[in-house]
């Protein structure tokens, strides 16, 4: 797969980088910057708005590589250059999705076509008519898509490099200079995807091909990369560091979504609501304690989450099989500094135990570290998924009561549904839902691929690690961004709650009546028979008729329950007596559970969140 796109190609951009008067000048010389490089085309739409295509014939788009520089020597909104090769540097949006920032799109914009399989054409075509990938084009945010995306990996293969380097020169290899070290150090960011990739396609190895690349603008250097490793060195550790990137990432959206979903609890924490069983009205509980169950939810996600950052390894320095005998050859035996260099290369890169004066690697492991730790952290991002179907779930059946709803731009002009206008479906709550099913589903190959590590390794683990470890965090992600989304702008309809509890609520207070009735000299057995008749009544005036419960009004108006008439009988059936200790709970476990946690993660809870929910 081409790390760039060789092709004609027509590409939309808003220009946003572009002031007025810059557009206007170049509009004014054909689309052409003061210094001809940049062509593009000012068309209108159906609707009159300009709209700017570039037109640039035979462009190499490159991917990932070298976006400080692309945007450090790119022209605003145009085009740039790096190392002579022609780039696109995207200032508006790309197909229609804009970004926050210019290095952010050509993130995206790498992701989205290093994703693919591309073919020349010798024709200008749309890039948004070539197939993109939804997880990455329509929901992935720039935070996450950054983590995964190619620069990322091969960066970290190159500190990886580093690391192990600089780590067997200071155990006393002496074919390892310091300037050899300094020209990695210095060439860490500039990668040649081109260049990887022609490499690739000669060894049909991706590592070798890295290894090359890299050796080639730190050429001092070339003869001691990858000195006693194995692909998995860079390959498995370079896993893990990802993943514990991604897992903080999401750490910090789990905290936002207990942040707002904790004023939401406390807001509403004292409002009765009918509790339901089987979807059935059941006793009464209040809005916000039935908040607090999401919240719970969530609150073991993050502990998780906690658990495995503290927790999860590296692979570590092990050698082809595990056994670490290449660097036990590269040491003269000496057992003592293998094991060093293990702690000197786990330490460069943020997995030394302080407390324990350890390592935190795996103890043992074959070619590659065990299947196992990719499968906690699939079946973890699929038990947040679970939380977030959980909660919005709850809140689409209570769009439909009425009683609640998630946030609806109305005024922005959001559409419900093309054929019924009055609609205010809780897509954003379905898309949730949608996108955490796709993530429960992944958990399943972790566990297939743990099982089928023949021996100390087989290669089918390959290809599906690739797409399912990315592909769960960028999910989770955009999942957390919608619950964060939807909880800061639920809209609750107190009255609408209030009537449906009223409908349910004499049958409920039935028995408080009857006991009312006894303790003033009424006969019980005759009260529970009256009691019984009017209930059916009034539920099938309630089925039979459609009309409202009038089980109150029944036994307003029966003798037997005069020791109840009047207002009495009103302040038996007030909700609030009916909610057991709902509110007290709330309050309790926001200040016991919750409380703690945010104030612990005080700065995660202030940390503005880049990417928002756009579609």
Sequence with gaps: MPPWLHVDFVLYTSMGGLSSEKRERREEKGGKGDDGSLDFVSRADENGVKKNWIWREDCHIIIDGGIEDVVGSGREGGMGGVDGRSVVVVGGSISGRARVSIANDVSIFSLVLHSLHFTPHHHRRRLHYLLTIPTMYRYATAEMSSIFSPASKFTLWRKLWLALSSSQMELGLSNISASQLHEMASQLHNIDFTKANDYEKKFRHDVMAHVHTFGEVAPSAAPILHLGATSCYVGDNADILQMKLGLQLVKSKLIKVLSVLSTFAEQYKDVPTLGYTHYQPAQLTTVGKRCTLWMHDFLLDYHRVVHELENLPLRGVKGTTGTQASFLELFEGDHAKVRELETLVAKKLGFYDEATGKPRVVAVSGQTYTRKIDYHILSLLSAISQSAYKMCGDLRLLSNLKEIEEPFDDKGGQVGSSAMPYKRNPMRSERACSLARYVMSLPINGAHTTATQWLERTLDDSAVRRIVLPEAFLGVDVILNLVINIG??????????????????????????????????????ELHEAMRVHSFEAGRVVKGQGLANDLLVRIGNDPLFAAVHGEKLMNLVNPTLFVGRAVEQTSEFLKEEVMPVLEEEKELVEKEIVDGVNV
């Design 488 to 525: 800061s702008g639920l809209v609750v309809w107190p009255n609408v709650i209030h009537k449906h509890v009223m409908e349910e609520l004499p049958f409920m207070a039935t028995e408080v009546i009857l006991m009312e009735c006894v303790k003033a000299g009424g006969d019980r057995q």
